[in-house]
C-alpha cells in the first residue's frame, strides 16, 4: 500500500482479555517500530524489528506484551491480560533506512475498560 | 545517555505572527535530528530532517529548522503561521548506528484567529 496501515483503528476490552493489533508497513522498508502514545504524552518506544536481525525488544512495560514480525512485513503486537494502564493510542512505523525517518501509521486507540 | 527536551509544552499564537518551537538534545556522539508533527486525531508524519551538511533545513508547510551543535539546539520555526498549523510537534533525536529515536515530550502550538 502507499502508506502504513494498522488495524483495528479503535479497540475496546474488558480488564484480563487479551489483544492482538496488526501493523502493515510500507512494502520494502526492513525497520518497524511499535510506539504508545498515552493521552497528552509523548512517544513511548516499544519495539524495534530490523531485517533477520533479533528485535530490539528494550521498551516492552512487562512480559505481557509481545510482538512478531512475519516474512520481515507485517507485525503483531499482543498484549495479554490487559490492564486498565494499557489503555493508549499504539502506533506503528516503518522505515526503509534508520536515518530517513519513519512514516507512522495511523494508530489503534485502545480503550481497556 | 541521549536525550531531547522540548522546552515549552504549549505555544500560543496569533495567525500570521512568527513561532519558533525550541528543542534541545544531549549526546556525546554525532546526531541525526527530526521533527514530526501530529495533526488533530491524525498520525505523524516527518516535517524535516538534519542528517549532515548545511545547518539549515528546510522541511513542509513552510516551516525550517536550525541544527546548532554548541548548544545543541534544534529549534522550528515558521515566519508567519496559519490556523491549519495547529497540531503536535515532536522533536526526535538518533545518534550513531542506533535507529531508535528518543523522543521529546512534544509541543502543542494552537494558532489562534
Known amino acids: 500500500g502507499a502508506g502504513v496501515s494498522q488495524s483495528p483503528s479503535n479497540k475496546v476490552t474488558e480488564k484480563g482479555k487479551d489483544v492482538e493489533l496488526r501493523c502493515d508497513p510500507i512494502s520494502g522498508h526492513t525497520a518497524l517500530y511499535w510506539y504508545r502514545q498515552s493521552l497528552g504524552q509523548g512517544l513511548e518506544f516499544l519495539i524495534y524489528f530490523q531485517g533477520n536481525s533479533a528485535p530490539d525488544k528494550s521498551g516492552l512495560p512487562s512480559d505481557r506484551f509481545s510482538a512478531e514480525r512475519t516474512g520481515g512485513s507485517v507485525s503483531t503486537l499482543t498484549i495479554q491480560r490487559t490492564q486498565q494502564e494499557d489503555s493508549a493510542v499504539y502506533l506503528c512505523?516503518?522505515?526503509?533506512?534508520?536515518?530517513?525517518?519513519?512514516?507512522f501509521g495511523p494508530g489503534t486507540r485502545l480503550t481497556v475498560l | 545517555a541521549q536525550s531531547v527536551t522540548q522546552l515549552d509544552s504549549q505555544v500560543p499564537v496569533f495567525e500570521e505572527a512568527p513561532v519558533e518551537l525550541r528543542c534541545n538534545y544531549s549526546?556525546?556522539?554525532?546526531?541525526?535530528l527530526f521533527w514530526y508533527v501530529q495533526y488533530p486525531n491524525q498520525g505523524l508524519q516527518l516535517l524535516l530532517k538534519y542528517l549532515s551538511g548545511s545547518t539549515l533545513v528546510k522541511g513542509i508547510n513552510g516551516f525550517e529548522a536550525e541544527f546548532n551543535k554548541s548548544q545543541t539546539s534544534f529549534h522550528l520555526r515558521k515566519p508567519s503561521v496559519h490556523i491549519s498549523d495547529t497540531a503536535e510537534y515532536f522533536c526526535?533525536?538518533?545518534?550513531?548506528?542506533?535507529?531508535?529515536?528518543?523522543w521529546g515530550l512534544g509541543t502543542s502550538l494552537a494558532v489562534n484567529p
Open positions: 526526535a533525536a538518533n545518534a550513531g548506528n542506533n535507529r531508535k529515536l528518543i
Open positions: 512505523a516503518s522505515s526503509l533506512l534508520g536515518v530517513d525517518g519513519q512514516f
Open positions: 549526546s556525546s556522539v554525532s546526531v541525526y
